[in-house]
């Protein structure tokens, strides 16, 4: 026998997105209210027993907090007597004054309003859980507290940062640190994670039952939240869970590395173009696209390389504008025969470029030709370096 469940978090309803075009983030923002009203109909089709909402719902310095949370709390009423389960997070923490506090959740929805553990006995399992508070940044999650777990499947819920998953996550969001140890040695079946934006999933054996899991956020809301986002679906045992994601956002935030090929003149612009016909082919008609475009190329390709750039962007639904800064544009060099030293450096520069295999070392010959190409020909140093 198992138990379906439904778990979804992050939403960050309301978010301001201030870094973007206010129409473009209001169309995010309705994009994720569409994915939530979707993830809802999700649960229904599977006749979910159980929903599981780890937190950041909404951001409680957003647009209209308490309007997202009455969106949330009328979803979760049309699941009739399926309980949903609140556990608050740092962008939707608990206090007297939170709409979690002032407005009344209909009689389906539970929420944890302490940050020390308690159990809510939902009809169809025990789940004990914490809610994050108000200025509980750089606390610890008091372990004494948890109960021990009961018999039969259960779940603990949390909005905290999983330290020892080993996929470099951001130092500078950690908050309310927890080992896998802890969640693995808890007793309970499963532990519903919110926090982190991407699903992930941690089990004893690959290929074995979860004991733990981010659900992620079902739309990715930032340069550093790329690739598709979603939900999940999973069926819970007494002793783990199966889960299965479910890709949801609408917008995929797409950040692609554009290296300039060495130039060799119209090969390069062979391998350009077919760099960027692939960045072209994975691009849904709504996505965001920024490209992080590096490398040295002769100046007389600028104007053409601009151009080519921003036929690009313009295909994406939203594109930042290219940083150039790492982006180099050497002048032409003029045509050898000027002077017998000149050739014989520039030969000499040329053979170094060709015959190292360390990048940085060809970058110091190239710079070394181009250098004394404006010196021996007359131009004198370079406007930048005089
Ligand atoms: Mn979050």
């Not at 647009?63 to 962008?91: C, K, R, W």
């Not at 965001?288 to 007389?300: C, E, F, N, Q, V």
């Not at 015959?355 to 007359?378: D, N, P, T, V």
């Amino acid at each position: 026998m198992s138990l379906v469940f439904m778990q979804l978090s992050d939403l960050h309803l309301g978010a301001r997105l201030v870094n973007l075009p206010g129409e473009i983030a209001e169309h995010l923002r309705n994009s994720t209210r569409e994915i939530v009203i979707e993830a809802f109909e999700a649960a229904k089709a599977e006749n979910a027993d159980l929903i599981l909402m780890p937190g950041d719902l909404y951001d409680h310095n957003g647009i209209d907090a308490s309007g997202q949370l009455h969106f949330i709390y009328e979803l979760a009423a049309s699941m009739a007597s399926t309980p949903v389960v609140i556990a608050p997070g740092n962008h939707d923490p608990y206090s007297i004054e939170s709409p979690y506090a002032t407005i009344a959740a209909p009689s389906n929805v539970s929420l944890f309003t302490s940050n020390e553990f308690t159990t809510i006995r939902t009809s169809v399992c025990p789940v004990a859980g914490r809610a994050f508070r108000s200025g509980e940044y750089g606390s610890m999650i008091d372990w004494s507290s948890l109960p021990p777990a009961p018999s039969g499947p259960s779940v603990l819920m949390m909005h905290a940062s999983v330290m020892n998953a080993g996929d470099g996550r951001h130092r500078e969001s950690v908050m309310l640190p927890v080992t896998t140890t802890a969640l693995e040695q808890s007793g309970y079946s499963f532990c519903s994670l919110g926090h982190y934006h991407t699903f992930q999933r941690f089990s004893r054996q690959s290929d074995g039952p979860a004991y733990a899991a981010y659900g992620g956020c079902p739309q990715g809301l930032g340069w550093d939240e790329t690739g598709g986002r979603g939900f999940v679906i999973g069926r819970l045992r007494e002793v783990g869970a199966e889960l299965e994601y479910r890709e949801a956002s609408r917008h995929t935030w797409q950040r692609h590395p554009l290296q300039l090929p060495p130039w060799q003149g119209g090969e390069s612009w062979l391998r350009l173009e077919q760099r960027l016909e692939s960045i072209a082919e994975q691009l849904g008609e709504k996505d965001l696209l920024r490209l992080d475009i590096k490398g040295r190329w002769p100046a007389t390709e600028k104007e053409g390389l601009r151009e080519r750039i921003n036929g690009l962007l313009s295909k994406a639904w939203h594109a930042t504008d290219i940083d150039w800064s790492a982006t180099a544009f050497t002048p032409p060099l003029a045509p050898r025969g000027v002077s017998p030293l000149l050739d014989e450096f520039l030969d000499t520069c040329e053979k170094h470029v060709d015959e190292s295999s360390e990048e940085g070392i060809k970058e110091a010959w190239r710079l070394a030709r181009y250098l004394g190409h404006r010196l021996l020909s007359g131009q004198g140093l370079p406007e930048e370096l005089v």
